[in-house]
C-alpha cells in the first residue's frame, strides 16, 4: 500500500478518470485558541481541572486547548443544572419550553454549514456525512422534541408525567453533535435539566452548542457542558445529586456505569457496542444490497455502534456478492475529510487506530484471508483503508468483537435458519440487515432476530420519530420517537 499526502485527492474512479480536489472552506468556523466549561449559561474557567488538547484525527494539528473539568467542576455544574431546574424550567409552561427547542432547532439550521466542517474537522468524518447526515438529523431531533414538549399528557406514559430532575449524559466521538442532540433534546422537552459530557477527542461541536444555547436565550444552567475523560464522565455518573444517567459508549464501560448506580435511585438508559449481521438472501437485489453493505460499515469509518460489521451471504450468490463489493470498494476514496469528494475519512483516534490494527492482524493469524482496494492513504493523520476478510468463522474474533472501524467480516449461510442462528450467535443485539425481495421473508426473519433494530432492503437509516436502542450487552433503554420521552419521565 502506497502512502500519498494528504492534497492528492484519491484514487481513480473505475480506473476512468480523477476528481478534482473540492475542499470545503474552513474559514467559516471561527476555532477559539481555548475553551472554558459551560455552567450556568457561561464559559467559566475551571476550579481544579486541567488543560487539554483536541486534535486534527486528519492532520494531527492542534485545534483547541480544553478544560478537564474535576470533581467540583462537575459539582457546580450540577449545582446550576438543580437550581435551574427548580427555578425555572421545571415550572414553566410546556408550550414556552417547546419554543426554546424550536428556537435551538432554527438555530442550528442556519449554523449548519459551519456545525458541518467543524465536526469534520474534530471528529474526521467527511464533509459530506457531517453535511448531510448528522446535521440535518441533529436540527430534525429538537424539532421533533419541540413538537411533543407540550403534548406529554398523551404520550401514553400517565395524564400527568414528571420530569426526573437533572440529567447526567455522557456522550461517545463517532456523532459528537448527533449524540448531543439524541440526549438533550427529550431530557429538555420533558422539563429536565442537563449536565453533559462529550467524548475528550470530540469537545468541538458541544462547546458551538454551548454557544447556540445563548444564542437562543435558554434560561441559565438549563444546559451545562463539561469537558474531559474518563474521570469527569465518572464525577458525573456518581454524582447524588443527578436523577437520570444516559450514556452511549462502550459495553466495557456501560458495565461500570450500570454498577456504579446500582442501589440507587438513579434512572439510566445504556446504548452499547453491537456486532449487527447484514443478511443478504439469494433473492435480493445485488446491486443494491452492495450499496447497503458498503454503507452498512464503511459509513463514518465504520464507527458506527450498529454497523453490519458481520456480513451473511447465501452460499448461492457468494462469488457474485464478493466480486460486485470488491469492485465497488475499488471506487472508494480514503483521504481529506474536507473535501466533498471524500468516502471514508480518518480514524478518530491513535488508540483506536491501533485497535483496529490489532484485532486486523489477529484476523490474519486465525486464518481469515484479508483484502483491501488499491488505497493511497495520507502520511499524516490516522487512517486505515477499507478491508474485507473472508474465510471466516463465528469462532473468530473479528467475527466476535466490535472492532469500530472499516472491517467487514463475511461469512456464509445456507438455510434462513442458519441464518439467523449465526446473526443471533453475538453477545450484542443492537440491529441487523435482511436483504431479499420477499416481504413475507423479512417479517418472518426480523421476529426472530434479537436486534433492538432490523433494517429490510436498507441499513443504517435514521428519523427522529424513531426508537432506538437494543438488546443483551448492547444495552437497555431506546433513545428517539415516543419511547425516547419515558427515559425523562417520572412515570
Not at 126 to 145: M, Q
Not at 265 to 271: A, G, H, I, R, S
Not at 379 to 399: N, Y
Not at 403 to 429: C, H, M, Q, W
Request: charged share 25%.
Amino acid at each position: 500500500m502506497t502512502e500519498r499526502t494528504a492534497e492528492t485527492t484519491g484514487p481513480r474512479l473505475g480506473g476512468i478518470f480523477d476528481y478534482a480536489p473540492a475542499p470545503e472552506s474552513r474559514s467559516i468556523v471561527d476555532i477559539k485558541s481555548s475553551y472554558g466549561l459551560f455552567i450556568g449559561g457561561e464559559f467559566v474557567d475551571s476550579v481544579d481541572g486541567k488543560p487539554f488538547k483536541t486534535i486534527s484525527p486528519a492532520t494531527e494539528e492542534v485545534l483547541a486547548e480544553v478544560t478537564e473539568a474535576g470533581p467540583r467542576d462537575v459539582d457546580r455544574a450540577v449545582s446550576a443544572a438543580r437550581a435551574a431546574y427548580t427555578a425555572d424550567w421545571a415550572r414553566m409552561r410546556a408550550a414556552d419550553r417547546s419554543k426554546y427547542l424550536f428556537r435551538i432547532a432554527r438555530i442550528i439550521q442556519e449554523r449548519s454549514r459551519e456545525l458541518a466542517v467543524l465536526e469534520s474537522l474534530d471528529n474526521g468524518k467527511p464533509i459530506r456525512e457531517s453535511r448531510d447526515v448528522d446535521i440535518p438529523l441533529v436540527a430534525a431531533h429538537f424539532f421533533y422534541y419541540a413538537g411533543w414538549a407540550d403534548k406529554l399528557p398523551y404520550a401514553g406514559f400517565g395524564p400527568n408525567p414528571r420530569p426526573l430532575g437533572v440529567a447526567g449524559q455522557v456522550i461517545p466521538w463517532n456523532f459528537p453533535l448527533l449524540m448531543l442532540a439524541w440526549k438533550i433534546a427529550p431530557a429538555l422537552a420533558c422539563g429536565n435539566t442537563v449536565v453533559l459530557k462529550p467524548a475528550e477527542t470530540t469537545p468541538l461541536t458541544a462547546l458551538a452548542f454551548a454557544e447556540i444555547c445563548q444564542q437562543a436565550d435558554l434560561p441559565p444552567g438549563v444546559v451545562n457542558i463539561v469537558t474531559g475523560a474518563g474521570d469527569t464522565g465518572r464525577a458525573l455518573v456518581e454524582h447524588p445529586d443527578v436523577d437520570k444517567v444516559a450514556f452511549t459508549g462502550s459495553t466495557e464501560v456501560g458495565r461500570l456505569i450500570a454498577r456504579s448506580v446500582a442501589g440507587s435511585d438513579k434512572k439510566v438508559t445504556l446504548e452499547l457496542g453491537g456486532k449487527a449481521a447484514n443478511i443478504i438472501f439469494d433473492d435480493a437485489a445485488i446491486d443494491q444490497a452492495v450499496e447497503g453493505i458498503v454503507n452498512g460499515i464503511f459509513f463514518n469509518q465504520g464507527h458506527v455502534c450498529c454497523a453490519g460489521s458481520r456480513l451473511l451471504v447465501q452460499e448461492s450468490v457468494y462469488d457474485e456478492v464478493l466480486s460486485s463489493l470488491k469492485r465497488r470498494l475499488g471506487t472508494l476514496r480514503v483521504g481529506d475529510p474536507l473535501d466533498k469528494n471524500t468516502d471514508i475519512g480518518a480514524i478518530n483516534s491513535a488508540e483506536q487506530l491501533d485497535r483496529i490494527k490489532k484485532l486486523s492482524e489477529i484476523g490474519e493469524e486465525e486464518g481469515a484471508e484479508r483484502w483491501s482496494p488499491p488505497c493511497e492513504l495520507p502520511d499524516r493523520g490516522f487512517w486505515f483503508a477499507p478491508t474485507i476478510f473472508t474465510g471466516v468463522s463465528q469462532a473468530h474474533r473479528i467475527a466476535r468483537e466490535e472492532i469500530f472501524g472499516p472491517v467487514l467480516s463475511v461469512l456464509t449461510f445456507r438455510t434462513p435458519d442458519e441464518a439467523v442462528e449465526k446473526a443471533n450467535n453475538t453477545p450484542y443485539g443492537l440491529s441487523a440487515g435482511v436483504w431479499t425481495e420477499k416481504g413475507s421473508r423479512i417479517l418472518s426473519i426480523a421476529q426472530r432476530l434479537r436486534a433492538g433494530v432490523v433494517w429490510a432492503n436498507t441499513f443504517n437509516k435514521f428519523d427522529p420519530s424513531s426508537p432506538f436502542g437494543g438488546y443483551k450487552e448492547s444495552g437497555y433503554g431506546r433513545e428517539g420517537g415516543r419511547h425516547g420521552l419515558e427515559a425523562y419521565l417520572d412515570v
